[in-house]
């Protein structure tokens, strides 16, 4: 079983150890053995989608139940069906034409940084993708999610150690902190690391080599050859997904003249919200926060982030219908001034003409 109990320096010294000893006999494994770990692992997440993504939110108050079970299941299931057959045991491949073998070998023991906002899926995928790869891998929970974070690893580590992976081979400090988080990132061979720019920095600071997935802020284009219809319910589906705490998710569509009143009237219809010209300073007011250092940097406000239309409405004071699935502010240009210009992590879509 994992150690799991990490609140200082010393005893992460202790959980990197126990990790890197469980990494150095699980890289000696069979193909046919870290297989069957990694099923094991991913079954076992699979079952347990339901259960975790109702703790995500109960502990988080972001997103939805539904949306996070459907992430749940694909970190898991999806995943497993995606790489189960994918070799990652000495030569995976090999060109005769050019006497070339591909030999697969871990990195050793990474280091995982997970959001509050996908706390239970991200921390399922990193965990399986080491696994299958034969990594070792400690995690450091966002500390707003980390009830429900360990959670879901303790189930890929209790599976995959009943299928014969080493105890250790997945850890993670139970009592996260910053200073823990970048002392891991520091000491590990490789991070992963998922959250805000802050975050991301760090790691692609901390002197190891990392991948980065950092705050999004998708533009769509909407043109006059487009399915006005289809781009509009998709668009909504997609904002709207878990709360918009995705940040793959369209934060600023950009409709052309020609066929801006007719898009306007396809969100409309698929459950878009307008907010009132003399409203949107309200939901400006609460959408974003400015940095104490720079006035000029702004990150979406925690208060905002997963939360329904309705929620955010009377966060800012105004009335929004209770079947409003997404929320939309028509902007004038794109401008960072504005708050609606930025990754919202809500179901909040700035509208361009």
Same mark, same amino acid.
């Given at each position: 079983m994992a150690v799991g109990n990490t609140a200082d320096g010393a005893n992460l010294e202790s959980l990197l150890a126990q990790t890197k000893a469980a990494q150095k006999a699980y890289a000696e494994f069979p193909q046919t053995q870290v297989d069957a770990i990694f099923k094991a692992a991913a079954l076992a997440a699979d079952k347990a989608a339901i259960t975790l993504a109702k703790a995500a939110v109960a502990e988080t108050g972001m997103g939805n139940v539904e949306d996070k079970v459907i992430k749940n299941r694909y970190a898991s299931e999806y995943i497993y069906t995606q790489y189960k057959d994918t070799p990652t045991v000495g030569v995976v491949s090999r060109d005769s034409k050019k006497g070339l073998a591909v030999?697969?070998?871990?990195?050793?023991?990474?280091?995982?940084?997970?959001?509050? /906002?996908?706390?239970?899926?991200?921390? @399922?995928? =990193? %965990?399986?993708?080491a696994l299958k790869t034969r990594n $070792? +891998? &400690?995690?450091?929970?966002?500390?707003?999610?980390?009830?429900? /974070?360990?959670?879901?690893?303790?189930? @890929?580590? =209790? %599976?995959?150690?009943?299928?014969?992976?080493?105890? $250790? +081979? &997945?850890?993670?400090?139970?009592?996260?902190?910053?200073?823990?988080?970048?002392?891991?990132?520091?000491?590990?061979?490789?991070?992963?690391?998922?959250?805000?720019?802050g975050m991301v920095f760090s790691a692609y600071s901390a002197g190891k080599p990392a991948i980065g997935v950092g705050p999004g802020n998708v533009p769509v284009v909407i043109d006059a050859s487009a399915d006005?219809?289809?781009?509009?319910?998709?668009?909504?589906?997609?904002?709207?997904?878990?709360?918009?705490?995705?940040?793959?998710?369209?934060?600023?569509?950009?409709?052309?003249?020609?066929?801006?009143?007719?898009?306007?009237?396809?969100?409309?219809k698929h459950g878009a919200y307008f907010i009132p010209a003399a409203d949107m300073d309200k939901v400006r007011a609460v959408l974003m926060r400015h940095s104490p250092k720079d006035p000029a940097v702004m990150s979406a406000n925690p208060l905002v982030v997963g939360q329904t239309p309705v929620a955010i409405g009377k966060l800012a004071g105004i009335e929004v219908p209770a079947n409003a699935r997404i929320l939309v502010g028509e902007i004038p240009s794109f401008d960072y001034g504005d708050p609606f210009a930025h990754e919202k992590l809500a179901p909040v879509l700035s509208l361009i003409k």
């Open positions: 030999i697969a070998e871990p990195l050793g023991v990474l280091a995982a940084v997970i959001p509050c /906002t996908n706390p239970t899926s991200t921390a @399922v995928f =990193q %965990a399986l993708l $070792g +891998i &400690v995690f450091s929970p966002h500390p707003r999610a980390a009830k429900s /974070t360990i959670a879901a690893l303790e189930v @890929v580590s =209790q %599976a995959a150690v009943a299928a014969g992976a080493p105890a $250790g +081979i &997945v850890n993670w400090i139970s009592a996260p902190s910053i200073e823990l988080s970048v002392a891991l990132m520091k000491a590990c061979d490789c991070t992963l690391a998922t959250g805000g720019p006005i219809d289809a781009a509009a319910s998709a668009i909504i589906h997609s904002k709207s997904f878990d709360n918009g705490v995705v940040c793959a998710s369209e934060q600023n569509a950009i409709a052309v003249r020609e066929i801006y009143e007719r898009f306007k009237a396809a969100l409309a």
